[in-house]
């Protein structure tokens, strides 16, 4: 087995291992009414990100075919693929090849590019640099992992190249991660509840009588609106929860389309396009929108339902997100260094 550098998952939907009703011990195949059986061929389609010895600069290979444990053979060459290369990528450091490739599902890649804001709703305009990738991905690799949080940590996802781990309740990391029309019907169907409809009656702040002082009172709305973009997700409840005042002035649809913005619409590509594409019913809950995307479409262990492609996804964002916070710190630097010096090896 061997599996993607990106959401650390196999490469192959021939090595997820799904467990039939009338076997044995099923400890480690996944169970079949959790699997998304008909969309598995995510799993097959895969690339690889490599180093040119010769001409010193990355490329992006062509549709990779798995070979031997570690080797990606690449039938079809890619456009930026040297010619003169064995048509198959080392995948791993055998301290034979010091520059092995790194290889990625086509899902997983659209993912890295929207986080480093290649792709999405607003595109930087400057081609995504490979070379940086790669260099990033080599130095992770040789000098230490970054820190991963609690629903990153898989048993599944142990990234151990000669073993396929396996565990009940851990399905949801074989869904699909792509965009979907399904995803986006699914959601429609949701927010037409009665129970995303708000009003000022249907939620009464009660207790404004209970508080003697509040002095964020002298918080304009402008600076209230400032300090948020600065702190996290659960320092800004803690202050909601603090101040009436505060629960009063953020209880609006503006406030909460941003901080969707911010926390949601990055991994859930379909409710932006449905809460920007403004077709919601009137008095609809944002405040509730965002609470319910936030816990419902969470990776956990054990989850079941039709959200488990997004739940994929959100969890393959998170881990790019940290590499696209290192590469943009690379590329700055790197462009720093052409703007003093004219230009630079990059060999
Ligand atoms: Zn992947």
Redesign the pocket.
């Known amino acids: 087995m061997w599996?993607?550098?990106?959401?650390?998952?196999v490469?192959g939907s021939s090595l997820v291992e799904i467990s039939g009703h009338e076997e044995g011990p099923t400890h480690k195949k996944y169970n079949p009414d959790l699997i998304d059986k008909d969309d598995l061929d995510w799993?097959d389609k895969?690339r690889a990100l490599g180093w040119n010895t010769e001409e010193h600069k990355t490329f992006v290979s062509g549709p990779g075919v798995y070979g031997a444990p570690g080797i990606m053979h690449v039938p079809v060459r890619g456009a930026d693929e040297p010619s003169f290369n064995v048509p198959y990528y080392v995948l791993y450091n055998n301290h034979e090849d010091r520059w092995w490739s790194y290889a990625?599902?086509d899902?997983?890649?659209d993912?890295l590019l929207r986080s480093v804001g290649k792709l999405g709703a607003n595109p930087d305009p400057m081609q995504f640099d490979t070379y940086v990738m790669y260099h990033l991905m080599h130095s992770i690799e040789t000098e230490g992992e970054p820190e991963l949080e609690k629903e990153e940590k898989l048993e599944s996802l142990k990234n151990e190249p000669w073993s396929c781990v396996l565990v009940l309740g851990e399905e949801y990391v074989t869904w699909n991660?792509s965009e979907k029309a399904s995803n986006l019907d699914n959601l429609k169907t949701v927010f037409q509840s009665p129970k995303f409809t708000c009003t000022p009656e249907s939620r009464p702040l009660t207790t404004t009588t209970k508080v003697s002082h509040d002095p964020f009172t002298a918080l304009h709305y402008d600076i209230l609106h400032l300090i948020t973009q600065q702190l996290s997700t659960p320092d800004i409840f803690s202050l909601i929860h603090a101040s009436p005042y505060i629960y009063r002035m953020t209880d609006n649809p503006t406030f909460w389309k941003h901080m969707m913005g911010r926390d949601i619409f990055p991994w859930f590509w379909e409710a932006m396009k449905l809460i920007n594409g403004c077709e919601l019913p009137e008095h609809f809950d944002y405040k509730g929108a965002y609470l319910w995307m936030d816990k419902v479409v969470r990776p956990k262990f054990g989850m079941t339902g039709p959200w488990m492609g997004v739940a994929n996804r959100r969890r393959?964002w998170k881990l790019c997100v940290q590499l696209a916070d290192s590469y943009h710190k690379e590329r700055d630097a790197w462009a720093r260094l052409v703007y003093e010096y004219g230009s630079g090896s990059r060999s």
């Open positions: 599996s993607c550098d990106l959401c650390l998952f490469l799993l895969y990625f599902h899902a997983c890649y993912v991660p393959i």
